[in-house]
């Protein structure tokens, strides 16, 4: 069995990295505490004997050889990085117990058949550089690396740069190698698990996404002076995308997701009537076919609506990922597992995005989820128990052995 | 008369300080680059043999010896503060037109009975601290200077330091002293003198207003698993005031004022419901009466919109501006100056806040407006016409040395 004991004082050393006054994370990509943590994480493996190795968008992989030289390798991971108000266990579970998977292996002096390989994927938040999920994205060939490179942040700081400002940019390229499969524990970041008493959500696939950015663009004007009829208020234009998207959303029920999670006036100024707004704009849903359906008409929608208002709307969709069903013989192996150690569970749909998403176009591919508290994430309260962590994790090593020994 | 071409010259050397690519000016108050403007405006005065006073709250006074040792002074000048994205005229007119009055005044070696005195007053623009009026508000007594000491910026700095670190706390008390008259020259800010094609506005006095401070808490979470019943969107509770201020001030007609001039979610990210949003709220009037029933009605309408999306709303009233008639033997002096040039004009009541405002309190007040392009202020684009602020300078004169010489 693993060390839950080991594996709780590894995520509580984590999470003192870019720890926030709020008992939170705050471990932007590519920042200097990313650094911390990616530089600790290294020794963590070099500890076990493991080599990293880096590749050019910043993943780390760490490889434990297996018995037979022919057999492809059994990939393990998620990711390191935070949102701005994030929690300890976003990303940070997936990793650490993954690193558990790998002490308990070398404790317990077991060689599996197959390789097993731990993955630190890059920027998996998307909250710095607009693109979730870029790390195992770019590696998975759906952003060509040129393209991701030159991804820029508000301070106008490109991916490229912040790689080589952290000493990240490793020389292994960022493509698909042929893999066995792909295993991620993940906290679930919602209420269901938690609310229906469920040890392990046995997660199937997640659900489709879009993603844009909007700029609306008015006429600064003085707010003492202005009279209505003159006004070209890029935030009164905003507020209507603000209430369209929720109005988009709440139409679709308790599936519904569309969100307006990042939102500036470039200069703005009390009385000044704002003449420029930017903003990003999200929908999700299970069904591919509600997000196609919002991508044909909301553009138009949203154009026509700030049109109204005398202002104009540039919309950038920034990509657009399909629901994603993983492996069912992957799927399978976390059923057994979650079984075999008399855990309860369910079937669950992912809301959230994750990097076993994109991993999964190329390698089969399951997840495991674990309830977290009132399903809060993307929140310094997010909270989870360390018998949920242990839990989540002996599935983990379960699937990940029975996978590599096959 | 006055000298155009040196008032000319003397306007744009001060628009360079500050300049913005886009051909504005950003001196935002207190800030190292209005201490240039200030120590530029010193030495101006200095080498007309004024002597500058600072008072403890930034006000410059430059004196101007009249004949009568018993005559109280008359005050003219207006602010070399701009707004973040601003314009050169903006304030910067009315005090570098107090300028070349005195050097014209030098000029034609005229000993006025009454000294003349020329201000620049501190933070008129209220962007930075979140009161407008600032400098001659705390003059007039209306803030008190402690309280004004303790206002903060954005970044958490105070008053008191920023006037420290520019040097521009000075030991005069910030308080009235007698005086006879105050005139100030600025830009109309809006299209009514374009409009019908007057060269001058006769200010008879300025509406009403009241700012308030807004915050939104609702909370943080994940923007793919939470499901609409579980969100407490901090940014959709603000679309809907700032829905609300604009509805509020469009059932007013053309007179209404309703801006949401400045929004921040503290912590963004494009994957996250915005937990908490900030942002500032003002109405303006020239009737009390509209104003006074808004500050009644609107911090419970929006209190109740916020609720209804499981947000709280925290509202704060900064201040409230009654509407403000300028003095009328100082308005009749404009009106004489006016007509004895030959200028077409017109009665007008701003629509922007002045140091007037708060100066008319407890001096005789009058102000004179000139036409901008396109009615357009709080904006780099701001424009005027190089003959229109001759025209404005010569009334400025006419009406300060009849005053001086009754
Ligand atoms: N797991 C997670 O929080 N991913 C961030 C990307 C997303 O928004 O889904
Ligand atoms: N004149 C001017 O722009 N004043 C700024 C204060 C206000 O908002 O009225």
Known sequence: RIDGKRLWDSLMTMAEIGATPKGGVKRLTLSDVDKKGRDTFRTWCEALGLTVRVDAIGNMFARRAGRDPKRLPVLLGSHLDSQPTGGKFDGALGVIAGLEVMRSLNDLNITTEAPIELVNWTDEEGSRFGHSLMGSGTWAGIYSLDKTYGLKDVDGISVSDALDSIGYKGEHPAKPFPADAYFELHIEQGPILEREAKQIGIVTGAQAQVWYDAVITGQDSHAGTTPPSARKDALVAAARIVTLVDKLMRARGEDGRGTVGWLQIPQPSRNVVPGEVRFSVEFRHPID??????????????????????????????????????????????????????????????????????????????????????????????????????????????????????
């Open 289 to 406: 076919g509600e997000i196609t359906a919002l991508a044909e008409t909301f553009p138009a929608d949203a154009a026509r609506l700030v049109a109204e208002t005398g202002c104009r709307l540039d919309l950038t969709e920034l990509f657009r990922i399909p629901a994603q069903p993983f492996d069912p013989s992957c799927v399978d192996l976390v059923r057994q597992a979650t079984q075999r150690l008399g855990l309860s569970s369910r079937e669950i749909i992912s809301g959230a995005g994750h990097d076993a998403v994109y991993v999964a176009r190329s390698v089969p591919t399951a997840m495991i989820f674990t309830p977290c508290k009132d399903g809060l994430s993307h929140n310094e309260a997010e909270s989870i128990l360390p018998e949920e962590a242990e839990a989540g994790c002996q599935v983990l090593f379960e699937a990940v052995v029975a996978r590599a020994n096959r």
